[in-house]
């Protein structure tokens, strides 16, 4: 399967506007994950932190998608989790990353996902939260280093995918140029063994979640990695959504409410 670009355009397009639900103010905001100092034209290192009232102890630490060249914790389907999981009582700890052309590539926006884990296991204490019950989910690129820096970490609770990109062997002609500056390298093989596909896997129970309509990442690649996850004994619950496009939490669509539902039981569980 060839990446299909009227659903970038698509996908695009469907970020703006505003979500669906009621947005959620922060209980803290544009806190520094991190203390280093951001070189000129780096992402900053920063997280908003959402603890709802009466919180149940559990959190997330949410990664946005965007090919890895846009986004941000702020962004439309980040907005929307954030309020469907503060109003299960979850906490979430939204981060922003170095992407390409702001600071990094795969491996620096790998680290900042662990160092934003860290800086919340050590700060989520202070919150009534237990730092024992924090999961990384992520959507689309977001996915992809959910999976990645959680395999990485000690003391993941749980990870969840969302229509993430697990796979480089399916993008061909300028769709390479993705892969060629996310992995610093044209070479083929080297993407294969750094994705999530082939690379070590999470230990923590791990949810995928895809729609069969998705034009950017074939739903194959999550059927691949659960069936890899399931092979190797690896708890793994794989949910597809007939019909649902790339990034659906972007849409006014019953699989937005119905994703974010099996998201907040995986965390809960």
Request: positive net charge.
């Given at each position: ?20 639900t009621?947005d ?17 034209g780096?992402?900053?290192?920063l ?5 709802p009232?009466g919180?149940?102890?559990a ?19 980040m907005r929307?989790l954030v ?12 981060i922003?990353y170095r992407?390409?052309?702001r600071?990094?590539?795969?491996d620096?926006?790998i680290?900042?996902?662990r160092?934003?884990?860290s ?11 237990d730092?024992?019950?924090?999961h990384i ?8 280093l959910?999976?990645?820096?959680a395999?990485?970490i000690?003391?993941v ?11 480089v ?8 140029l993705l ?5 610093g ?25 895809h729609g069969?309509?998705d034009?950017?990442?074939?739903v194959?690649?999550?059927?691949r ?11 793994t619950?794989?949910?597809?959504y007939?019909?649902?496009p ?9 699989v937005?409410?119905t ?6 039981d995986?965390?809960?569980r």
């Amino acid at each position: 399967m060839t990446l299909r670009y009227g659903a970038v355009l698509t996908s695009l397009r469907s970020l703006r506007g505003d979500p669906t639900t009621t947005d959620v103010a922060a209980t803290a905001a544009a806190v520094a994950y991190r203390e280093r100092p951001a070189r000129r034209g780096e992402i900053l290192p920063l997280a908003d932190l959402y603890v709802p009232a009466g919180a149940n102890g559990a959190s997330v630490v949410l990664v946005h998608g965007g090919g890895f060249v846009i986004g941000s914790r702020t962004m439309k389907p980040m907005r929307y989790l954030v309020a469907q999981l503060t109003a299960a009582k979850i906490a979430v700890c939204a981060i922003d990353y170095r992407m390409i052309f702001r600071g990094g590539r795969l491996d620096e926006a790998i680290d900042d996902v662990r160092d934003a884990f860290s800086f919340w296991s050590a700060r989520a204490p202070g919150y009534g939260l237990d730092p024992r019950r924090i999961h990384i989910a992520g959507l689309s690129a977001g996915g992809t280093l959910a999976m990645l820096a959680a395999a990485r970490i000690d003391g993941v609770a749980g990870v969840v995918g969302c229509f993430g990109l697990y796979d480089v062997a399916h993008l061909h002609g300028p769709a390479t140029l993705l892969p060629r500056m996310l992995f610093g390298t044209a070479d083929r093989a080297a993407w294969t063994a750094r994705a999530p596909q082939a690379a070590a896997q999470p230990i923590a129970p791990t949810l995928l979640l895809h729609g069969t309509d998705d034009g950017l990442v074939p739903v194959d690649q999550a059927r691949r990695l659960a069936a890899r996850r399931e092979a190797h004994g690896l708890p793994t619950r794989l949910v597809i959504y007939d019909g649902a496009p790339h990034g659906f939490f972007n849409y006014p669509l019953p699989v937005a409410a119905t994703a974010a539902r099996d998201m907040i039981d995986h965390v809960t569980r």
